[in-house]
Structures are given as structure tokens and as C-alpha cells.
């Protein structure tokens, strides 16, 4: 499924598949130490996105986490994507059988926005660069 010679391939869809990932993985850290404890200890009413803030932005960095290192042909990221997002929701589902974890369905709603707009993010980077345009990144320079 995974085609070996695009794995070491750095193009620009790629590298930007992976600033989103460390973009997104800022956003969720910072939500989650300041963000959150922020909102919380002055009691305001967010519209539950300090409760989500981690699968809504987790979701998206960990997708395109994935796409970064994979380098997915344009069908095999979206399966990659389904996949993944239902494992999110999956994973949120099986912790109503944890003893010491709270099944949220705030959380599966967010995974699921999550998803989407990773999707879109997806679809939008696809069209900007085309698999037909795609050359290796070092390459673009030396001609």
C-alpha cells in the first residue's frame, strides 16, 4: 500500500505537511498548559474548546504527522485519514471501559470536526500540488 520510493522523497507537499503537524502540535501544547488552566481558574464559558482543544488540534498535527512520513498518494491519504480519525473516535469510545478515564462525546464531536478540516487541508494541498508536478525538493534548485 505504501509506496517505498516515495518515502524518502522531500517535496514541498510534504514539507508542508509537516510544518502543519508542528504548527498544530504548538497550538495543541499551548492549549492544553495555557490555554486551558486559563479559562478554567476564571471560570469562562468557551463553548468547550479548552475540553477539546487536544482532539481538535491533536488530531490534525497527529494526521499530518502521519502524511509527513508516509508521503500518501492522493487516495491512499484520504483512506489514511478515514482511518485515522475513526481510531480517534474508537479510542474515545473504549475509554467508557476504562476505569480511570471519561468517555466524552464533546471529545469525539472534536476528533470528528478535526478530521474534516483535515480533509479539506488535505484536499486544498493536493490541488496546489499535484501529483504530476511533484519533484524532489533538492532537484527544483540544481537545473
Known amino acids: ?15 508542508a505537511f509537516f510544518l502543519i503537524f508542528v504548527i498544530m502540535f504548538f ?6 498548559r495555557i490555554y486551558r488552566p ?8 468557551d463553548y468547550w ?6 482532539n481538535l488540534t491533536g488530531t490534525i498535527a497527529i494526521i499530518f504527522f ?5 508521503n500518501p498518494k492522493h487516495r491512499q491519504g484520504r483512506i489514511f485519514l478515514i482511518i485515522i480519525t ?12 476504562s476505569p480511570r478515564s471519561i468517555l466524552d462525546w464533546r471529545d469525539m464531536i472534536a476528533t470528528l470536526i478535526a478530521g474534516l478540516i483535515s480533509w479539506g487541508i488535505y484536499e ?19 537545473q
Open 124 to 142: 486544498f494541498l493536493l490541488k496546489k500540488y499535484p501529483e504530476d508536478e511533484l519533484t524532489p525538493h533538492n532537484t527544483r534548485y540544481s
Open 27 to 32: 497550538i495543541t501544547e499551548i492549549g492544553r
Open 66 to 70: 502521519d502524511f509527513a512520513g508516509v
Open 86 to 97: 475513526l481510531g480517534l473516535i474508537v479510542y474515545e469510545l473504549l475509554q467508557y471501559f
Open 1 to 15: 500500500m505504501i509506496d517505498k520510493n516515495r518515502l524518502f522523497i522531500i517535496d514541498n507537499k510534504r514539507i
Open 38 to 45: 486559563y479559562i478554567y481558574s476564571n471560570d469562562i464559558f
Open 49 to 54: 474548546i479548552a475540553d477539546t482543544i487536544g
